[in-house]
């Protein structure tokens, strides 16, 4: 089966720290950019992290940008996003998604297959 998905998402304080998993099966991951989605209550899906199929491009939104790290392990079929710093704004739930292309790209209509999602709650 064709899937993605996440794990990893809670409940924390600010300024901690989460990591988020998605795994997928299905095809074949490392032909595939992936990228990292979120969507906050009210509001709509918003981009947060892209990673081309080797793993050696990333880039991230202006918000996160030094608090959040991807990366992804194509022996293992895994895409990782490590949140780091965690401010209440980060609250949402993250979708993990998978690009038709090879290279980064920030546009919605460019990934074909997503997760479930995980919430992510930031708050003290």
């Known amino acids: 089966e064709v899937q993605l998905v996440e794990s990893g998402g809670g409940l924390v304080q600010p300024g901690a720290s989460l990591r988020l998993s998605c795994v997928a099966s299905g095809f074949t991951f490392s032909s595939n950019a992936m990228a990292w989605f979120r969507q906050a209550p009210g509001k709509g899906l918003e981009w947060v992290s892209g990673i081309n199929r080797g793993g050696d491009r990333t880039t991230y939104v202006d918000s996160v940008k030094g608090r959040f790290s991807i990366s992804r392990d194509n022996a293992k079929n895994t895409l990782y996003l490590q949140m780091n710093s965690l401010k209440p704004e980060d609250t949402a739930v993250y979708y993990c998604?998978?690009?038709?292309?090879?290279?980064?790209?920030?546009?919605?209509?460019?990934?074909?297959?997503w997760g479930p999602g995980t919430q992510v709650t930031v708050s003290s």
């Open positions: 998604a998978k690009s038709w292309t090879a290279s980064i790209s920030t546009t919605i209509d460019d990934y074909d297959l």
